[in-house]
T-cell receptor, first 116, second 108 residues
């Protein structure tokens, strides 16, 4: 069973460009979470999605950031008009259900975004 | 809101030393507690978890006990190895709230 897949692993963008980060959850998982890790810091929750629904986006910046998890295909985290402060590692995690807080989240290898 | 506080790092130990990484939390309700490990350049891997008070999670020689009375979930290992060098994150459920991480280096 393949793990959580993220691509690209490394992404370089110039200020003002758009960044698209992709996440394919583990087979059979329908819940996806996105986290951001700034240098030398812990991970911060951004958004929680199920297929075609955003469940909790309380950690998402109000502007320039959006996320989707379509019926078919990977989840996408989109950052428009990137700025240097967006440089970070972005991790996706998936879980099989939302049935209680004990569900384990399985993490992908992350996408390291560098904004020049 | 919910929060997790971890022992400040970095921590450097010699091989076969005893390890403790402190973790305390603040939460409403009864969260599940997790320890994740991150090796250089990789994503997070679940190390162990506990879902209710007095539960002990264990894996690969690491242990942590969910202490509701002290709101703690300290990570311990009796004899560390060089391969244990990594960053360790304490977290509570879910969506996960992470501590700031503790970088552990084990010298041979």
């Amino acid at each position: 069973n393949a793990g959580v897949m993220q691509n690209p692993r490394h992404l370089v963008r110039r200020r003002g460009q758009e960044a698209r980060l992709r996440c394919s959850p583990m087979k059979g998982h329908s819940h996806v979470y996105w986290y951001r890790q700034l240098p030398e810091e812990g991970l911060k929750f951004m958004v929680y999605l199920q297929k075609e629904n955003i469940i909790d986006e309380s950690g998402m910046p109000k502007e320039r950031f959006s996320a989707e998890f379509p019926k078919e295909g990977p989840s996408i985290l989109r950052i428009q008009q990137v700025v240097r402060g967006d440089s970070a590692a972005y991790f996706c995690a998936s879980s099989p259900s939302r049935g209680g807080s004990a569900d384990t989240q399985y993490f992908g290898p992350g996408t390291r975004l560098t904004v020049l | 809101g919910d929060s997790v506080t971890q022992m400040e790092g970095p921590v450097t130990l010699s091989e076969e030393a005893f390890l403790t990484i402190n973790c305390t939390y603040t939460a409403t309700g009864y969260p599940s507690l997790f320890w994740y490990v991150q090796y250089p350049g990789e994503g997070l891997q679940l190390l162990l978890k506990a879902t209710k008070a007095d539960d002990k999670g264990s894996n690969k020689g690491f242990e942590a006990t969910y202490r509701k009375e002290t709101t703690s979930f300290h990570l311990e290992k009796g004899s560390v190895q060089v391969s244990d060098s990594a960053v360790y994150f304490c977290a509570l459920s879910a969506p996960l709230v992470f501590g700031q991480g503790t970088r552990l280096t084990i010298n041979p």
